[in-house]
């Protein structure tokens, strides 16, 4: 099970979203990018409410994801909600995730896990993350 992140904007009430990626266990962090003529896109969560809108600029890298939360005019959610204030220590998180696998090892030091994480498809940005074009993951 995975589960699924966006980029919510604050105001106004009806609140637009981009789907930033998906964290899984067993996967390194699933990046999305967004070019803004795509947007909205059918997993940016209830598109029929800004279907005019575009976006500020297109996602096509963590920097360009840590930009929009820099303007204070949106902020990371996940897919239950939850709001995360500390969205820098987040996303460096999401950069660092290893599908769980070293989490798992310190905890359970007498049965580590022995398989391999799986690397998803898709161009690597200057930071080597991995994002994919719109494969429809999400």
């Not at 897919?79 to 995360?84: A, D, L, T």
Request: hydrophobic share 25%; proline share 6%.
């Amino acid at each position: 099970m995975g589960t699924n992140f966006y980029l919510r904007q604050k105001q106004p009430t009806i609140r637009r979203t981009i789907h930033i990626g998906k964290r899984s266990w067993g996967w390194l962090f699933h990046w999305d990018s967004c070019d803004e003529s795509e947007y909205p896109r059918w997993c940016d969560e209830d598109p029929s409410a800004y279907q005019s809108d575009s976006l500020p600029h297109s996602i096509t890298c963590v920097d360009d994801i840590r930009a929009y939360l820099k303007t204070g005019e949106w902020e990371l959610v996940d897919e239950y909600g939850e709001v995360y204030p500390d969205w820098e220590a987040e996303i460096d998180g999401f950069c660092n995730w290893d599908g769980g696998k070293s989490s798992y090892n310190k905890r359970h030091p007498d049965e580590p896990v022995m398989w391999e994480v799986h690397i998803p498809s898709g161009y690597h940005d200057k930071e080597g993350q991995i994002f994919d074009r719109g494969s429809g993951f999400c």
